[in-house]
């Protein structure tokens, strides 16, 4: 356990450090401590907090900056959490009302860049028992087909097919009135129950067509959670991660792929409350000096996704920290009301 002048001193380091970006050093600390230490004494607690490993020096300064163990024992145990203002809980509250999921969820995305100056993300939850509210058939080629679905939510997904035989325009329309006109807005479970028996007096090339078609559909529609990140761009004025075109070209191509982001917020959202990693913690090197403050929000008890912010280790995380939390509680009243 650190002592309580050395968790003040510790306190005062990150504060400063997040607050003005630059090493801190003994006068510095001894100004804004509010102790009553000799610089001696206080060189002698920065010495000790750097062999436990809460702060290190910077080749280039004689000054002490936090280390991802640092970040986390203020954040664990020293971190006085400040309520939102009035205005930014206003903007949260007047935007994240009842409307479509997805437009809900993007706009929280924007809502958590916009706030925090850095990039938002949003888990959008896969869909339960997924329907179509109108289909499309588009020849590509002799035997690629280009279909369009459209969710009941308003949504555009698209998948090319690759049948045996090739099918020719009258006969794409065909099927695709057969599937509009009979199965659209009901789920795919239920068209699973009804097809067989109903399908049974076209003839077979038809049936394969229709039964390709809604498989994809299904899949296009009910595939894996789907990511929504905004203010990337942001990250570019972070001084920290700007410097280093190398590792902001991996972290941007982490955004783009989105596969280790959905990891870590899938991690997250089987947690309570506010989860927070700070920079190697994620175990997803791009990264490494980030932190991700995650919140999941949840409807009737089953959590359905989660949102979070990206930025830079050096982050003023108490007031990351309620953006996060506020924004998954509203959305998960907003859609409780849907």
Known sequence: MLSERAQVLLKTLVERYI??????????????????????????????????????????????????????????????????????????????????????LATASHLLSDLSHFAGVVVVPRRRNPAFRHIEFLRLSEKRILLIIVTPEGDVQNRVLFTDRAYS????????????????????????????????????????????????????????????????????????????????????????????????????????GVQIFIGGESGIAPLDECSVVTASYEVEGEVLGTVGVVGPTRMAYERIIPIVEVTAKLISSALSQN
């Open 19 to 104: 607050a003005d970006g630059q090493p801190v050093g003994s006068r510095t600390l001894s100004r804004c401590a509010g102790l009553d230490l000799s610089a001696a004494s206080i060189r002698n607690i920065m010495a000790d907090l750097e062999d436990m490993g809460y702060i290190q020096s910077p080749h280039t300064s004689a000054g002490r900056v936090p280390t991802t163990r640092g970040y986390r024992f203020f954040v664990d145990t020293l971190l006085t959490v400040k309520p939102l203002d009035r205005l930014e809980m206003q903007q949260l509250e007047t935007n994240l009302q009842t409307q479509s999921t997805h437009k809900l």
């Open 169 to 272: 325009p009258a006969e794409l329309t065909e099927a695709a009135n057969i599937l509009n006109q009979n199965y659209a807005g009901l789920t795919f479970d239920e068209i699973r129950k009804r097809i067989h028996g109903e399908l049974r007096e076209l003839r077979e090339s038809m049936t394969e067509l229709l039964t390709v078609a809604l498989d994809a559909s299904n899949e296009a529609i009910s595939e894996s959670e789907e990511v929504v990140v905004s203010g990337e761009h942001n990250l570019l004025d972070v001084q920290e991660l700007s410097s280093n075109m190398e590792r902001l070209r991996k972290l941007f191509t982490l955004f783009d792929q989105k596969t280790g982001l959905l990891r870590i917020l899938d991690m997250s959202s089987r947690a309570d």
